[in-house]
């Protein structure tokens, strides 16, 4: 079978086998959940409690009028102790709604199942997701139920079910898929019958096979199939992932809807499916905690809201020197200061090790290894000169905005330029120009 | 649990292993063979020209470095050392040694040094060397002995593309046998004569994919066609193909010069237009040209033309619309 894939990018070492034998364990939520308010890409939800509130199980705790936003649950049952800020896993302080867990998971009422899933109308399929507060799980947080929702005249053909999981030491996509196959393809289904797409294409990587062939048995005569692609990174990436599977290139500066597509991650499949067919909001993800900074590697079903430190005190807790800890994988994952800091729904994995000391930077000599390895097909080494120099319009000119972050150039860059960091200088300098402009 | 500290740093945070020092080694390893067989066909006198050639480049370089405040640990980048052995390796056998310190001088502070240094230098510094002493002692650049290994009238002795452009007629059959060429048995520059041992140095590159395999193959194809249209039109008055890969400084300049990080294309398509320029010229310089080689002028020459080949072969970005707007 001929693997597909995308042209350039590259393949750094898995170091999946710390965790991929590891089942997906729950872990106990802590005596306190700390659950921010803005977990997605979008407008951050509004508070609907406040301090000294009963809450229960999967009790709506944040909404919001706007479109571009999502809902937020409660992950326990307890009493609320503060609405305050609390540092965030995106970098600044946030608002977020602190709960005394009473230890007791009372589920709220409104936590209903829908005895036949599939016969439900798209829009009541949609607004289901909405209520659950799913967003995508791949780490973006996109909101799921606005991805359903393509403008007027784009009609969507394809649902691609994002299994690749193509981040260095991340297994709870693996994990979720061996374990929950079927609440994925069933999930997978009720994406399709959301988006009123025709079929349904699960991609899949070769370092993945098990779950492959298991996929394949298990399609349930959906239509559909399962995609074996190789195994190289980003392989993730949406726009890459639609080129491989359909060689279909989504437009500069637009969304997988312009070309009839719609990406959900695996994660993001089971998380409809539950939602749907048992009514049980987002308030739980499956993580990785990997890496060669923790005492044991574990796969864990987390409540959102769960400090870092109570996830990694389960694993035996922190070895010695141990000072790089990350939310998400090695290539795109976020370093985090803090271990008081919450999992939320984007928090695919944490990975903790120890950095030795930094790479001494060279001059670039000009190798074209970030031309050659760009997924996009950028100058990554051009850009880097044009932001660190503040030449930020001819970096617009040469596709700065294009860039995904996914890291391949500075993965392989030999003179170790932090290129991605000043593509991100460059990308931030010329999206505020463009805001200021606007107002 | 004791508290940690943690670094903060923005992603990706994974790293290659590859640097660039250890590219410039793997390019000093490739040169191995090729450095052994010059000091093979032309004994002492070879290998006293690459220890001068290589010493000056590191004094030179830290000289530089000095002056210009520099971090001293960047002078074993490894990249002075191919310097000094690529300027050894394009130097007549029969230099003499203060003519070989006045050309490692120029490769680092002319080719290289006044830029910026590393990374910076638009020339490839060892053919900035080269070329100096080309024009300015034009006689001790174009007098050759012959090998060890060969035994022959020295006081005509000519290279083989000398032989082709200056005496030889190729009727007679007077042209050296590729057999010689192929291992490196004529007279030349010391390290261009043995075909077989920068072919396998190359293949360590190419195999490291330290190299950009379009520019050699770009070269040796633009002067194999080139070559080739005249050989086949007219084989009485120009020789064959693959006389002209194997004779003078086409593989080591195809292999080791043109490649050359700094002064080559990033770019895919950059690198076909380099490397089919450079075959061409080559190809116009020796059949057509005053000189009986063109390697050095050539790649210099294209080399002038990297940022701008660099400037108009971006390449296309995911989803753009196929023609240029």
Redo the contacts between chains.
């Keep these: 079978m001929r693997k597909k894939t995308f042209p350039r990018g ?1 393949h ?2 898995e170091y999946k086998h710390y965790t991929e034998g590891q089942r997906l364990e729950k872990l106990e939520p802590p005596e306190k959940v700390f659950i921010p308010l803005n977990q997605h890409f979008g407008k951050p939800a509004d508070p609907l409690v406040s301090k000294g509130e009963e809450v229960l199980l999967g009790q709506k705790i944040g909404d919001s009028d706007e479109l571009f936003s999502a809902t937020v649950h409660s992950s326990v049952s307890g009493k609320v102790l503060f609405v305050k800020e609390h540092p965030h896993p995106l970098g600044s302080p946030a608002l977020t709604v602190i709960i005394a867990n009473d230890g007791k998971d009372t589920p709220h009422p409104d936590m209903k199942g829908t005895k036949d899933p599939f016969s439900l109308k798209p829009e009541d399929i949609r607004s289901k997701v909405r209520d659950a507060g799913i967003v995508g799980m791949g780490g973006a947080a996109f909101p799921t139920a606005v991805k359903l929702s393509p403008p007027k005249g784009k009609a969507i053909d394809t649902v691609i079910i994002n299994g690749c999981e193509c981040e ?1 030491l991340l297994t709870s996509d693996y994990r979720l898929m061996l374990e929950y196959t079927k609440d994925i393809i069933n999930g997978a289904e009720l994406v399709r019958k959301a988006a009123e797409a025709k079929r349904i294409i699960i991609g899949i990587e070769d370092n993945k096979r098990d779950v492959f062939e298991l996929f394949k048995q298990k399609m349930n005569g959906f239509p559909g199939e399962t995609a074996l692609l190789k195994t190289k990174y980003p392989q993730g990436a949406e ?2 992932l639609i ?1 491989a599977l359909l060689k279909r ?4 500066g ?1 969304l997988p809807f312009d070309v009839g597509v719609v990406v959900q991650n695996v994660g993001t499949a089971k998380a409809v499916w539950d939602a749907v067919s048992s009514g049980t909001p987002l308030y739980e993800r499956a993580v990785t905690l990997s890496g060669p900074g923790l005492k044991e590697n574990k796969n864990l079903l987390i409540r959102i809201g769960t400090p870092f ?1 109570h996830a ?2 389960y694993c035996g ?2 070895k ?1 020197g ?5 939310m ?1 994988g ?10 008081d800091t919450p999992v939320i729904k984007g928090t695919s994995g944490l990975i903790v090790w120890e ?1 030795e000391a930094f ?1 001494e930077e ?7 290894r ?3 390895h760009c ?5 990554p ?2 850009l880097m000169n044009y932001s660190r120099h503040g030449y930020y319009q001819e970096a617009e000119k ?2 700065v905005l ?1 860039c995904v ?3 391949c150039c ?7 330029i ?1 290129l ?2 000043w593509i ?1 200088v460059g990308k931030n300098a010329i999206t505020s120009m463009k805001r200021k402009k606007k107002s | ?2 508290e ?13 292993k ?3 020092s ?2 410039m080694y793997a390019v000093i390893i490739s040169l191995i063979p090729a450095v052994a067989a010059s000091i093979y066909f032309f004994r002492l006198k070879a290998a006293l020209i690459y220890i001068t050639c290589v010493a000056s480049c590191l004094i030179t370089e830290a000289v530089f470095l000095k002056v210009r405040k520099k971090d001293m640990h ?1 002078l074993w ?1 490894g990249s002075a050392i191919i310097t000094g052995l690529l300027l050894a390796m394009t130097l007549p056998p029969s230099l003499s040694l203060d003519l070989v310190i006045i050309g490692s001088v120029m490769a680092i502070a002319l080719g290289k040094q006044v830029f ?5 230098n638009v020339f490839n510094p060892a053919l900035v060397g080269r070329a100096f002493l080309q024009i300015a002692f034009p006689v001790a650049m174009t007098t050759w002995i012959p090998p060890s290994t060969l035994q022959v009238n020295t006081a005509t002795f000519a290279t083989p593309l000398g032989n082709l452009k200056f005496l030889a007629s190729i009727t007679e059959g007077s042209l050296t046998p590729l057999k010689d060429l192929f291992w490196g048995n004529v007279g030349g520059c010391l390290g261009e004569t043995s075909a077989i041992a920068l072919l396998a140095g190359a293949l360590f590159l190419l195999f490291r994919k330290v190299i ?1 395999w379009r520019i050699p193959v770009g070269i040796i194809s633009a002067l194999a066609v080139f070559t080739g249209i005249f050989w086949i039109t007219s084989p009485d008055k120009y020789t064959h193909p693959l006389f002209h890969v194997l004779a003078g400084g086409l593989l080591i300049g195809a292999f080791f010069m043109a490649t050359d ?8 398509l950059g ?1 076909w237009i380099y490397a089919l320029g450079i075959g061409s010229l080559i190809g116009l310089i020796r059949l057509f040209g005053g000189f009986p080689e063109g390697v050095m002028f050539s790649i210099l020459f294209m080399n002038t033309f990297v940022p701008l080949i ?1 400037r108009y072969t ?8 196929r023609r240029r707007a």
């Excluded at chain 1, 060279?362 to 074209?368: M, R």
């Design positions: 590259t750094p070492p260095p726009k890459n080129y290139e989504v437009p500069r637009g430190k990694v005190e807790g922190l010695e141990a000072n790089m800890l990350v998400g090695p290539m795109m994952g976020l370093a985090q200061w803090n271990l950095e790479p060279f001059p670039c000599i000009s190798c074209g970030c031309v050659s997924p996009m097909g950028l100058v080494t051009r040469w596709g294009d972050e996914c890291g500075q993965y392989i860059c030999p003179a170790k932090p991605v960091h991100r | 649990m004791k940690n500290t943690f670094i903060l740093k923005s992603s990706p945070h994974f790293r290659d590859d640097s660039v250890k590219i960047s980048d910026g240094g590393l990374g910076y950009d990080m700094v002064t080559s294309p990033i770019t895919p690198a660099n971006r390449p296309r970005i995911l989803g753009e619309r």
